[in-house]
């Protein structure tokens, strides 16, 4: 399993074994849940 994070949209797109799974990909607007906005928690490089 492997997972692409972009921030510009807050996607999070997922793979399995290579191939994206679109029935797992949320971004700030299609995500499945409330109708409140989708944010990526703040990401710090350590």
Do not use: C, I, K
């Not at 679109?22 to 990526?40: E, I, K, M, R, Y």
């Amino acid at each position: 399993m492997e997972f692409h994070l972009d921030a510009t949209d807050n996607r999070v797109t997922v793979y399995f074994d290579g191939v994206e799974q679109p029935d797992l990909t949320v971004s700030t607007h299609q995500h499945g849940g409330t109708s409140d906005p989708f944010a990526l928690p703040g990401l710090r490089q350590s």
